[in-house]
């Protein structure tokens, strides 16, 4: 933005009339010092209103003037807010949207706790629009008191309802893209450049990085209103030149990345995270052969200390090619070398489970487990009983789950005595149920179920992390190996 | 009284007065929580520290808790717990806070002429016109 600001100093002339109206909010904002003169009254694609910068289409005007009803107006109005702020010029088109189901959920006694209804009013979704996880609807019969599911199941129950009715996507899942090899399941159709309105970490973090979609982290009322509207103003994640990368991440000799399995993919995502502020990291040394299943172990990690909604894979990630090319052809700002010392203690501060501790809860799918990962888990217990009063809870998608039915896997894990659940959280929420109902320890793959609730929020809580083998055995031995 | 003026971009009009509370450290606003105020998870050095008479000044926003950052603000607004305003110091291509301001209503300004953590002191009387994008600072006396 600093630029730009240069840039109108050094002559009004070259501007177009859409960065003229950006320039007009900078003006009204007294950053020009008042220096304009009065030549603005001929500019009329400006936004209507607060003095805007984004500039609209004919039909975006509609929109914002409520031709198409006040869901579509308040939507667009907000969207016209957001770009006004980041000083964005103009709408672009998206090809999809992800929203949070709990957009819109109402809580006893608060209400409801956004401006959703607001948005939703009269309006149906324009672009294939998916829902998040309705991640606290868990069945009956895993282990939670039903008192606890009747409470919450409806709620969400009637909260994710009303975007199916709005044509929502009921995938209900925080991987909303995993492909399974089948194509009636593969509702995503983005290609490397596509803007898509996306929320909720895991999946924004997956999309810029792994897949090469553009968005921002949307909050859920834009999703909403992007998914309402079909655009959203061009800032942040869709301009190219805040998609490279600007701190290297190398490994020392020492670590052998290609023994990686989930948890490690995770615990260097988390801390990686730390270390690099709010700027976009770029690691050079992981495998080559990387899989999707463990790219998305690093995703929401990472989101938690930085809120830069993008990593680059030297070799791997589609807008990494090259070291050059992941930072644009700049330098590095900053080189960070990890060790297998560090990996070492980083693990050891996100997990309060030694070995011989008892576990009441294996969980996985924080995210939503892959096919490639049931299967795998199938492959561990088969044949094998998970042991009195301990859980093993796998969550998934609904297509990935129906997938998993076909081939068997779900009738292996049920048989053995754990529940392969659709739709719901298998990560931060099961650790929350830990310390509330008194539940033994926990243990799963997903540093991000280890490391946010105990290390994030400071709620204490016994938890480990291990490789799917050990998740397994802990479920049959009950003891943390 | 000293008084300086700070001119900015404005991500949520509104005016808003009180004194600062300064964070020099990448501040998450999803970590607000409701009667708790700000939790270490939004900032380690201001846990525990109140927000509702203070203008907030930060330099950038960390990730914590961004995909509900907006309802955990209005769940915050909602027992009274926001700031009166919100400075901070570089623009936010990635972050939550503008978003977030926007939608509860929070007035905010950014990307400041002068550096607001270089000027702004806790302790200082800050009154602000987001639309406008006007900071007036006025420096505590020093002893």
Known sequence: ?????????????????????????????GLLGGSLGSDWGGIVSLTKGEGGAVSLTREEEKMLSGEYGPGVQESMRLLVKIGDAYGAERMIPLKGAHIHGIAGMKI??????????????????????SIHAKFLAYP???????????????????AWEVHERMGAIPINSCQPFLKCGEEKFDHYKGEIGDHYALTDTTVVWFANSWLGIRSNQESPETCVASGITGVTPEYGMHLTE??????????????????????????????????????????????????????????????????????????VTPEAPTVEEAFGGEKPEERIVIGKKEMKEWEEEVTTIHSGEEIGLVSFGCPH??????????????????????????????????????????????????????????????????????WKGMATTSATAASMIGYGFGIPIKISLGTPKQCIKAAITGRWD | ?????????????????????????????????????????????????????????????????????????????????????????TDFPYSMTVISAIISE???????????????????????????????VYKKERR
């Open chain 1, 369 to 438: 487990c892959s096919i490639e990962e049931i299967s795998e888990i199938a492959g561990l217990i088969k044949g094998k009983k998970v042991a009195d009063g301990v859980k093993l809870w796998v969550a998934t998608n609904p297509p990935i789950r129906e997938l998993a039915v076909s081939r068997g896997y779900v009738d292996t894990i049920e048989k053995a005595g754990g529940h392969v659940n659709p739709c719901v959280c298998g990560g931060p929420m099961p650790a929350i149920f830990v310390p509330l109902l008194g």
């Open chain 1, 108 to 129: 006893p006694l608060l209400g409801s706790l956004s401006i959703e209804s607001e948005l939703m009013e009269g309006a149906t979704y324009k672009i294939p629009t």
């Open chain 1, 140 to 158: 009956k019969g895993i282990g939670i008191p039903d008192v606890i599911i009747d409470l919450l199941t409806p709620m969400m129950d009637e």
């Open chain 2, 106 to 136: 929070t007035p905010m300004v950014y990307n400041l002429d002068k550096d607001p953590l270089e000027i702004i002191e806790t302790g200082d009387f800050v009154k602000m016109d987001a639309g406008k994008g006007v900071v007036e």
């Open chain 2, 1 to 89: 009284m000293e008084k300086i003026v700070l001119r900015g971009h404005c991500a949520s009009p509104g005016k808003a007065e009180g004194k600062a509370l300064v964070s020099y450290e990448l501040f998450g606003i999803g970590g607000l929580m409701p009667l708790l105020g700000i939790t270490p998870a939004a900032s380690k050095s201001l846990a525990g520290e109140y927000l509702p008479d203070k203008i907030l000044v930060m330099p950038n926003a960390s990730g914590v808790g961004v995909s509900l950052a907006t309802y955990l603000v209005n769940m915050t607004k909602q027992f009274g717990g926001l700031p009166q305003g919100i400075v901070a110091s």
């Open chain 1, 242 to 315: 805040n998609r490279y990368g600007k701190v290297l991440i190398e490994f020392e000799k020492d670590l052998d990345t290609k023994e990686f399995t989930y948890k490690d993919y995770g615990v260097l995502s988390f801390f990686a995270g730390e270390l690099t502020g709010d700027k976009i990291p770029v690691y050079n040394g992981l495998p080559k052969d990387m899989t999707w299943s463990q790219a998305k172990y690093m995703c929401t990690p990472q989101s938690w200390f930085n809120p830069a909604p993008m990593f680059h894979i030297v070799g």
């Open chain 1, 1 to 29: 933005m600093k630029m730009e600001k240069e840039k109108f100093v050094d002559g009004l002339g070259d501007l177009s009339l859409t960065r003229r109206g950006f320039l007009k909010s900078l003006a009204a904002a």
